[in-house]
């Protein structure tokens, strides 16, 4: 048998890991990144839509209520008008944020679990690779 050096054990140590598995997982960490950005930049253009059309509503809802009226008891009810407006608006608007967080949460768990998987059965393909190939050469 040859005599072990510094050398040689480096070599031997070098030999026990495959690079291929291991940017297999980076590439997988970059799909995940990826993907949770896809899903941040999609979430965020779906929250803006909603404060836009909140938005417009609100301003619509502002418009009816300071038009110029003929009696002055309808002021007091173009105010209750306004507020019913404006407490429905931000029902919906609540609802509609909730409904969108529970979506990117959903798809974000779900994203992160595969992703989780992909990544445990890497690791553990590649040090059983790694284990039998220092079987192999003890």
Do not use: C, H
Request: net charge neutral; aromatic share 8%.
């Amino acid at each position: 048998m040859a005599k072990q050096t510094t050398k040689t054990a480096a070599n031997d140590m070098q030999t026990l890991f495959d690079p291929k598995e291991y940017q297999d997982a980076f590439k997988t960490w970059a799909s995940m990144n990826a993907r949770m950005a896809s899903i941040a930049a999609e979430a965020g253009t779906r929250a803006t839509d909603i404060a836009s059309a909140t938005a417009k509503e609100a301003f619509s809802n502002v418009r009816d209520l300071v038009q110029a009226r003929e009696e002055p008891a309808a002021y007091g009810k173009a105010y209750t008008d306004f507020v019913q407006k404006q407490t429905e608006l931000f029902t919906r608007t609540t609802q509609s944020y909730a409904n969108e967080t529970q979506k990117v949460s959903t798809e974000a768990a779900e994203m992160a679990s595969k992703a989780g998987e992909d990544i445990t059965d890497k690791v553990t393909a590649t040090a059983e690779g790694a284990a039998k190939t220092a079987k192999k050469a003890a």
